[in-house]
């Protein structure tokens, strides 16, 4: 906008260009849900329809607005505290004062001139960024992901670290200690549990379940797929209900203020500054109401008017997005595990479902919808407490933000359904099917008729109907087309979690690989087969609680036992880092007598 301004346009103030910024928010935290959890229904042996996808991403993107605790002005939300040093520093004096109409234009000049201090730094930073990117990216000078394997006698150990000037940023903006915590999970994820399982699964034969190969054979990578998720998992569901109950006296500050709303009206509202007015809570109320309602009618979610689906989705939507607001404020976007909880959600859903008899394959498309709601719900509840800190340094109305990005959910939620539909759909590859297989479709199975789609169905022009062939061993489902008698002719491989990347013709397709669906599918099927390792989930569990007892935030540990720890070692550098320079600062200027704030 201030480029546009040279040339004539009007210049936009510092109020507008964050409304435009927190609209567009939207758009990558309702991508992340839905890419985590959809894919899973083809695993699932279920076609990803369009307009369940779309339903999905439209209820979870309006739900995790509506059902935020505004926590901003207590935590640091690295990401928002950086967005609202990035807009200031490129505001004019005008745009300030417009901003903060309680200062005069001579406070506007001030904070311009430590604006444009700190966006000269702030520049300079992005230009160390871009210039490290570029070196390793492009000039490869440099490993972005080293990764060293110990041996003998610390088999299974690894060290690695993915080198990346975001993670760096966001450890420096966290600070040390949560930095420590957090890699602290990761060093016991992959220095302690992987190494242990190891040492005692190297001499068994067979696979020990969930695993699928044996011990012996697998990498630490393997390890922590088959059995370290599951701990991990376990771990975040603890330290998010912990971390929960930490938080009511601030869910309940919120929900006090929202019923004196409820009493006062709009009267009451109006008298609140400018810069503390959010939606008005019969706004809130009655858009949860009404979600609640599209859930229980929509044909594409299977509740048919079951009350009891959708009220999980509520409370597991307000569990996890005050967990999520909450997390992004002490650890960052980049570090939230909205994966770890999903998999929570999935854990809690699936019991109920087991306790109430609901084992049907049918419920299994409903227990992932509730996840996939609940995970871009709490993915967009992070993304939305980062914008209001981002507002509350530049001086927005929340109330103005919280419907821009409602707004900028809805046309995001609209746009993304067709495209994951076209990026699996694109990459499909027709496998023939040897005429002397054995396979035979049973009528019953069979489903819509379907013709091939892209360059092979140029070739076969003929209509086909599909079967969804499940594993009886609780592997992934197979999508045959069968002919007329049933006989499959073609396995469709889809682009997501496919693996011919090779068609007949030998063109060659790019596919997408999905691990944490696979893994949503697994859990599903674990739970309502009664298969899940239960014994992992409660050491993950149970590590949460001695963290507790210790007087050590379990949340971020767990966040680093379940994520990677080549994610949470360049995280722990830039806290080290960060603690470097505080000192250094500290005593450069300790006549001023500054606080570490």
Same mark, same amino acid.
């Given at each position: 906008?201030?480029?546009?301004?040279?040339?004539?346009?009007?210049?936009?103030?510092?109020?507008?260009?964050?409304?435009?910024?927190?609209?567009? @928010?939207?758009?990558?935290?309702? #991508?992340?849900?839905?890419?985590?959890?959809?894919? #899973?229904?083809?695993?699932?042996?279920?076609?990803?329809?369009?307009?369940?996808?779309?339903?999905?991403?439209?209820?979870?993107?309006?739900?995790?607005?509506?059902?935020?605790?505004?926590?901003?002005?207590?935590l640091k939300y690295p990401e928002g505290t950086a967005c609202a040093e990035v807009l200031k520093a490129a505001a004019s004096k005008e745009s300030l004062t417009v901003a903060d109409q309680t200062h005069t234009t001579t406070d506007a000049e001030i904070v311009n001139e430590e604006a444009a201090g700190g966006g000269k730094v702030i520049f300079s930073g992005f230009g160390i960024g871009f210039a490290y990117q570029s070196l390793m990216g492009a000039f490869k000078m440099w490993k972005s992901d080293p990764v060293k394997v110990f041996d003998a006698p610390f088999k299974g150990g690894s060290i690695s670290a993915t080198i990346e000037p975001a993670l760096l940023g966001v450890g420096y903006i966290i600070g040390p200690r949560i930095a420590s915590i957090m890699c602290?999970?990761?060093?016991? #994820?992959?220095?302690?549990?992987?190494?242990?399982?190891?040492?005692?699964?190297?001499?068994?034969?067979? #696979?020990?379940? /969930?695993?699928?190969?044996?011990?012996? *054979?697998? $990498?630490?990578?393997?390890?922590?797929?088959?059995?370290?998720?599951?701990?991990?998992?376990?771990?975040?569901?603890?330290?998010?209900?912990?971390?929960?109950?930490?938080?009511?006296?601030?869910?309940?500050?919120? +929900?006090?203020g929202g019923l004196a709303d409820l009493r006062g009206g709009h009267a009451a509202s109006s008298r609140a500054p400018r810069t503390d007015q959010d939606l008005s809570m019969k706004i809130v109320i009655g858009g949860v109401i009404f979600l609640l309602l599209v859930m229980m009618v929509a044909p594409q979610l299977h509740l048919q008017w079951n009350l009891l689906g959708a009220l999980l989705i509520v409370a597991f939507g307000f569990l996890f997005v005050t967990v999520s607001s909450r997390l992004t404020g002490e650890i960052g976007s980049?570090?939230? /595990?909205? @994966?770890?909880?999903?998999?929570?959600? +999935? +854990?809690?859903?699936?019991l109920v479902f087991l306790i109430v008899g609901w084992t049907g394959p049918?419920?299994?498309?409903?227990a992932l919808s509730i996840g996939g709601i609940v995970c871009i719900a709490a993915s967009n509840g992070g993304t939305t407490s980062q914008d209001l800190k981002t507002g509350f340094l530049v001086g927005s109305t929340p109330k103005f933000q919280q419907i821009a990005i409602l707004c900028g959910a809805l046309a995001s939620a609209i746009a993304l359904g067709p495209i994951l539909l076209m990026l699996n759909d694109r990459n499909n590859v027709?496998?023939?099917?040897?005429? @002397?297989?054995?396979?035979?479709? /049973?009528?019953? *199975?069979?489903?819509?008729? *379907?013709?091939?789609?892209?360059?092979?169905?140029?070739?076969?022009?003929?209509?086909?109907?599909?079967?969804?062939?499940?594993?009886?061993?609780?592997?992934?489902?197979?999508?045959?087309?069968?002919?007329?008698?049933?006989?499959?002719?073609?396995?469709?491989?889809?682009?997501?979690?496919?693996?011919h990347k090779i068609r007949p013709n030998g063109s060659s397709v790019m596919k997408f690989d999905a691990p944490k669906a696979t893994l949503m599918s697994y859990i599903i099927k674990g739970i309502l087969s009664r298969k899940l390792p239960w014994a992992l989930v409660l050491l993950g569990v149970m590590i949460a609680i001695?963290?507790?007892? $210790?007087?050590? /935030? @379990?949340?971020?540990?767990?966040?680093?036992?379940?994520?990677?720890?080549? $994610?949470? $070692?360049?995280?722990?550098?830039?806290?080290?880092?960060?603690?470097?320079?505080?000192?250094?600062?500290?005593?450069?200027?300790?006549?001023?007598?500054?606080?570490?704030v």
């Open positions: 906008f201030r480029l546009f301004a040279k040339f004539g346009f009007r210049d936009a103030n510092v109020l507008q260009n964050n409304i435009v910024q927190t609209a567009g @928010s939207a758009g990558e935290s309702i #991508a992340f849900g839905l890419g985590v959890t959809m894919p #899973a229904i083809m695993i699932l042996g279920f076609d990803l329809e369009i307009t369940r996808v779309m339903l999905v991403a439209i209820l979870g993107g309006l739900l995790g607005i509506l059902m935020i605790v505004d926590q901003h002005g207590l602290a999970g990761g060093v016991l #994820a992959y220095l302690v549990l992987i190494p242990a399982i190891k040492f005692f699964g190297e001499h068994v034969t067979g #696979a020990v379940a /969930p695993g699928t190969i044996p011990i012996s *054979e697998m $990498s630490p990578d393997q390890v922590r797929g088959a059995y370290i998720l599951y701990i991990g998992a376990g771990a975040v569901a603890a330290g998010g209900i912990i971390s929960l109950i930490r938080s009511l006296p601030t869910i309940w500050h919120g +929900l006090k980049s570090s939230n /595990p909205i @994966s770890g909880m999903t998999v929570a959600t +999935l +854990l809690l859903t699936c049918h419920y299994f498309v409903t027709y496998v023939p099917v040897p005429p @002397s297989t054995e396979l035979h479709a /049973p009528a019953e *199975e069979l489903g819509r008729s *379907e013709k091939l789609q892209g360059p092979q169905g140029q070739t076969d022009q003929n209509t086909y109907r599909v079967w969804q062939r499940l594993d009886p061993g609780g592997g992934a489902a197979q999508r045959y087309l069968v002919n007329d008698q049933g006989v499959p002719v073609y396995l469709v491989d889809p682009g997501i979690n496919g693996t001695v963290l507790e007892m $210790s007087g050590i /935030p @379990s949340l971020a540990f767990a966040v680093g036992v379940y994520l990677p720890l080549a $994610s949470s $070692s360049p995280i722990f550098i830039g806290g080290m880092i960060r603690l470097l320079v505080d000192r250094y600062l500290k005593v450069k200027f300790r006549h001023k007598n500054l606080s570490d």
